[in-house]
């Protein structure tokens, strides 16, 4: 067991003035740490909690350290957090104020800790909610392999998780994949589009495009490279509770991440009594 004593006190000031207290809306929030130390992560944190989102969906997150130096600061601030350990990558889904159950993903052959799942209880619907870290493509034929394997299972775990119709599905998180008509176009991402495809096919909308229309609007960019790489399927069945989907760029300007956050909103919170 590792105690790790930190200074949260230290938060308050900055998080009570910027949160809001109307919970009207559910928001859900994803952004990519970039692997970070303990030291950014603080800065992370602080800009995390002030949005205020219900939900925080965190990805590529690798410290030991940073992990508990996260989970510690959450939890303070009344967030229950959903990971499984690794040495490796992991994802993480915070949340408050939310009734939700855990999804047994082993029992659907995903035991990734990329790949973190809850059931969310929405009035009498419940919503499957999965957070993602996808593979980056990367150059070398070692990476190649590793995002195919990770996708190939991925979407054979998931149609089969997928036969109950009745089930609705959130998808969030950095895919590391493109969407087919891409601009700018980049040869390197086209093999890959297939994922993409995949959430396209189990009858998901990517609810960025269905709000934001044709918009060139980015998630991720070093120098002239632009890319579209942070996303949010939902089911087409709960689409129309969907208020607003959008890239906030405030970790990139802060340099907090080389990621923009992405916000998923719904109409009406349903939150705990």
Known sequence: VIIISYQISLFDDVVKKKQHTNFDNLKILSLNLQSSS????????????????????????????????????LE??????????SNSYVTLIAVKDVSYTLLPLNEVNIDDPRVVAICLQRGEKLINLFGLYVPTCGRDLEKHEIKKRFQDNFISSIEKFCKDKKQTHIFIGDFNVLE?????????????TYFYNFFISIDCIDAFRYIRGNVKEYSWSRGENKQRLDHAFVSRAIMSEVLDCCYIQDPVNMHLSDHAALLLEFKGNHVNE
């Not at 303070?76 to 350990?85: D, F, G, I, L, P």
């Open 38 to 73: 303990k030291n950014r992560a603080e800065k992370q944190i602080r800009w995390l909690v002030s949005i205020n989102a219900q939900i925080l969906v965190l990805t590529e997150v690798r410290s030991l350290e940073t992990i508990n130096y996260i989970i510690s600061f």
């Open 76 to 85: 303070y601030y009344q967030y229950n957090v959903v990971y499984r350990m």
């Open 180 to 192: 087919p008509n891409h601009i700018p176009s980049y040869y390197g991402f086209q093999k890959w």
